[in-house]
């Protein structure tokens, strides 16, 4: 069982940045996918950023290519996302995600975007609020 505890979300203007962390329990890094997703009112949970299986490769959504960053530190157990060039379309509760069984092998083997059931363990988020 991995635990996550998401933290850095905040109201921001448009054009800035911010970093969220996740705080892991202790895990196997080299087992585990990592991601992060992200969730509007109204709208479905999305995956926006990830660590497919090895921690060395990475999967974007369009939507953030190019402004957003995904990064983990293995020795501490903490998983990052660096935010810029917010948009107000950004706003949304973040949430980070866990998975080291068959699920994580497959969305790897894959290299496919991030289904919500690809991961087991969820952080309760965190909430992110870009204005004009």
């Known amino acids: 069982q991995v635990q996550l505890v998401e933290s850095g979300g905040d109201s921001v203007q448009a054009g800035g940045s911010l970093r969220l962390s996740c705080a892991a329990s202790?895990?196997?890094?080299?087992?585990?996918?990592m991601g992060w997703f992200r969730q509007a009112p109204g709208k479905e949970r999305e995956g926006i950023a990830a660590f497919y299986r090895g921690g060395s490769s990475t999967y974007y959504a369009d939507s953030v290519k190019g402004r957003f960053t995904i990064s983990q530190d293995n020795a501490n157990y903490m998983l990052y996302l660096q935010m810029n060039s917010l948009k107000p379309e950004d706003s949304a509760m973040y949430y980070c995600?866990?998975?080291?069984?068959?699920?994580?092998?497959?969305?790897?083997?894959?290299?496919?975007?991030?289904?919500?059931?690809?991961?087991?363990?969820w952080g309760q988020g965190t909430q992110v609020t870009v204005s004009s």
């Open positions: 202790e895990y196997t890094v080299s087992n585990y996918c």
């Open positions: 995600a866990a998975e080291g069984g068959v699920a994580c092998m497959v969305f790897t083997a894959l290299k496919r975007s991030p289904r919500t059931d690809d991961f087991r363990y």
